[in-house]
Antibody, heavy 121, light 112 residues
C-alpha cells in the first residue's frame, strides 16, 4: 500500500533553509485524485498545516509562513519537497508529509512517520 | 483564518464507557460545493496522526464502528461508544473547507 517517508537534516542553523523530502512508495505521485501536504508539530504542541501542492502544480501555503515556504514535486523521483527559509527556533518541530484525497475525503488520509527538525546553532 | 475550538482539552474516561469531544468553528464549514470538510484525526503517543472521520460523519477505511461523527455548520462532535485502551491519545478536528486548513488544539483522551 501507499507509504510516505520524510527525509532531511535533523539539525538546521538559525537563518538557514530547512529542506525536507517526502518519498512516496507503493503508488504514483502523479494522480489528479490526490494532493500532497506538509504539516508540522512543535514539541508537545498541536498540528499546523504548512501547505499543499496539487496535481496541476498549484500550491497553497499557510499565510503565517507563506513568505518563507516553497513546496515542489519531482514526478521522476516520486517525491515532493519542502523548503522553509530563514528558520528560527520557533520552527523546531516534527515535520509530517501527508497525502490528501481530492476525490473522496478531502482530508489527509495517509501520513509519513514524521521527522524531527531542530533549529539550533 | 477559521479558528477551530475543541472541548474539553482533556478527557479522563473509564474503560468501556463512552467519550465525546466537541469542535466548534469560527465560521460555517459548508463549502460552496455543498460538502462540509470537517475531519477528525487520532494521534496515539509517539505516532503520526491517523484519519478517523471525514466530511463530518464518514468513517475512514479500517476505523472501528465505535467511532462516530456528527454535526453541521459550525458545531461538530466525535463520539466513542465504548472506550478501549488503544484509544488513548490526542484527538484533533481539522477543517479543509477554506485555506489555510486549520486544526483544533487537540483533546487528550486518557483512562481513569
Amino acid at each position: 500500500q501507499l507509504q510516505l517517508q520524510e527525509s532531511g537534516p535533523g539539525l538546521v542553523k538559525p537563518s538557514e533553509t530547512l529542506s525536507l523530502t517526502c518519498t512516496v512508495s507503493g503508488g504514483s505521485i502523479s494522480s489528479s485524485s490526490y494532493y500532497w501536504g506538509w504539516i508540522r508539530q512543535p514539541p508537545g504542541k498541536g498540528l499546523e498545516w504548512i501547505g499543499s501542492i496539487y496535481y496541476s502544480g498549484s500550491t497553497y501555503y499557510n499565510p503565517s509562513l507563506k513568505s518563507r515556504v516553497t513546496i515542489s514535486v519531482d514526478t521522476s523521483k516520486n517525491q515532493f519537497s519542502l523548503k522553509l527559509s530563514s528558520v528560527t527556533a520557533a520552527d523546531t518541530a516534527v515535520y509530517y508529509c501527508a497525502r490528501g484525497d481530492r476525490a473522496e475525503t478531502n482530508a489527509f488520509d495517509i501520513w509519513g512517520q514524521g521527522t524531527m527538525v531542530t533549529v539550533s546553532s | 483564518d477559521i479558528v477551530m475550538t475543541q472541548t474539553p482539552l482533556s478527557s479522563p474516561v473509564t474503560l468501556g464507557q463512552p467519550a465525546s469531544i466537541s469542535c466548534r468553528s469560527s465560521q460555517s464549514l459548508v463549502h460552496s460545493d455543498g460538502n462540509t470538510y470537517l475531519s477528525w484525526l487520532q494521534q496515539r503517543p509517539g505516532q503520526p496522526p491517523r484519519l478517523l472521520i471525514y466530511k463530518i460523519s464518514n468513517r475512514f477505511s479500517g476505523v472501528p464502528d465505535r467511532f462516530s461523527g456528527s454535526g453541521a455548520g459550525t458545531d461538530f462532535t466525535l463520539k466513542i461508544s465504548r472506550v478501549e485502551a488503544e484509544d488513548v491519545g490526542v484527538y484533533y478536528c481539522m477543517q479543509a473547507t477554506q485555506f489555510p486548513q486549520t486544526f483544533g488544539q487537540g483533546t487528550r483522551l486518557e483512562i481513569k
